[in-house]
């Protein structure tokens, strides 16, 4: 099968698409033909290596698996030993091991079945940024009338955040590049700050809730312009001026520690419970995909340059084969 492949830690120009062996599902996993895949920022991290933490179980000077990718949909095509929740022939769409390729393996309970009449390319968007998202307004517990401010408003976790947020009654106020406003207006989220000329913390309304995925201010800053009990999320990878993912954590930690608010680290899972319900809000047409491009699966190792710049205009997205083959 065709498979991109990431034999060393690096830029994406180290990457290739190249043949491998379709995989053989294990215990409790199914294999699935991959019509779409998506990408995360935690793809270019592992692309990179860096930040160094995410190189422990994936080979320290090596990447071990040489493969990279996590969200798909597609087909089961094969069951594993013990696996029983899905049939082949199955629409699903979920977390998946290696998915930057034609056939990919993921465990039986990180996968949801596909929703009628939504395509595989908008499922595929969901699993991890959709599910941190959730996960993000249920560790804040957003509730209506609350102000939520979400930094990277235009991305992968920031975009389904917003949206989750303002079902749920908030008052979004996103935050994001200028030239990305009027593309975040239209997903319905009407208060978006150009942080190039609007800065956050100039502001005469405290949040409740920041849900911060840029991680471009310190979170001792974000603490003067959050309510007394309000929460606040640190949830970016890349370096800002707090320092690293780890130093982050630390901090994060420590504001927790010592701040009348709610300073939280969480780690978003992904289950068959969260991505059926993001499913049912997509074919309800109450959340929507923001989309960067898609790529050919030819072309993935520019669909993992477009990412690993942190400034794609929503979700970027990988057509490994045409929707229509789908068996459903
Ligand atoms: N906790 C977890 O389990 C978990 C799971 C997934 C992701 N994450 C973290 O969440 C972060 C976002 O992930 P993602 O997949 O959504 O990334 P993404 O799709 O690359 O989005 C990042 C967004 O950040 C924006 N941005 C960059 N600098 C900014 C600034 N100074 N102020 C405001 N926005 C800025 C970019 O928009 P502009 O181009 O408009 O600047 C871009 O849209 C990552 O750092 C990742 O590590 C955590």
Avoid at 3 to 18: I, N, Q, R, S, W
Avoid at 124 to 146: H, I, K, S, W
Avoid at 171 to 180: K, L, P
Avoid at 257 to 271: D, H, K, N, W, Y
Wanted: aromatic share 4%; with cysteine; hydrophobic share 45%.
């Amino acid at each position: 099968m065709r498979a991109l492949l990431h034999p060393v830690y690096g830029e994406a120009d180290t990457l290739a698409v190249g043949d491998v062996p379709t995989p053989v599902p294990g215990k409790n996993q199914v294999l699935v033909q991959v019509i779409a895949a998506s990408l995360n920022a935690a793809d270019a991290f592992v692309m990179r290596g860096v930040p160094r933490m995410v190189r422990v179980g994936n080979g320290l000077r090596r990447p071990r698996r040489r493969r990279l990718g996590m969200d798909c949909a597609g087909i089961v095509t094969q069951l594993g030993p013990g696996a029983t929740r899905w049939r082949v022939g199955d629409a699903v769409f979920g977390q998946g091991l290696a998915t930057m390729a034609e056939f990919a393996l993921a465990d039986e309970d990180r996968l949801a079945s596909l929703p009628e009449g939504v395509s595989h390319q908008d499922a595929a968007t969901l699993p991890v940024a959709g599910t941190t998202a959730l996960r993000a307004v249920d560790v804040a517990n957003v509730a209506p009338g609350q102000r939520v401010l979400v930094t990277g408003v235009a991305g992968g976790v920031g975009q389904f955040a917003a949206q989750l947020a303002a079902l749920r009654g908030a008052e979004v106020i996103g935050v994001c590049s200028g030239r990305n406003v009027e593309r975040v207006r239209a997903l319905g989220i009407a208060n978006v700050l150009d942080y190039e000329t609007q800065n956050p913390l100039d502001t005469t309304t405290k949040y409740d809730v920041v849900l911060d995925n840029a991680g471009g201010v310190r979170i001792r800053d974000w603490r003067s312009v959050v309510v007394r009990h309000g929460v606040i999320l640190p949830n970016s990878g890349v370096k800002g001026p707090d320092g690293g993912a780890l130093m982050r954590v630390a901090k994060a930690q420590w504001h927790g520690f010592i701040a009348p608010q709610r300073v939280r680290v969480f780690s978003g899972t992904v289950t068959t419970q969260q991505l059926d319900e993001l499913g049912n809000l997509l074919a309800a047409h109450r959340i929507t995909p923001l989309v960067d491009t898609v790529y050919p699966l030819d072309q993935a190792t520019e669909a993992l340059a477009r990412v690993a710049t942190h400034h794609a205009r929503g979700k970027v997205v990988v057509a490994v084969a045409p929707e229509g083959t789908a068996t459903r």
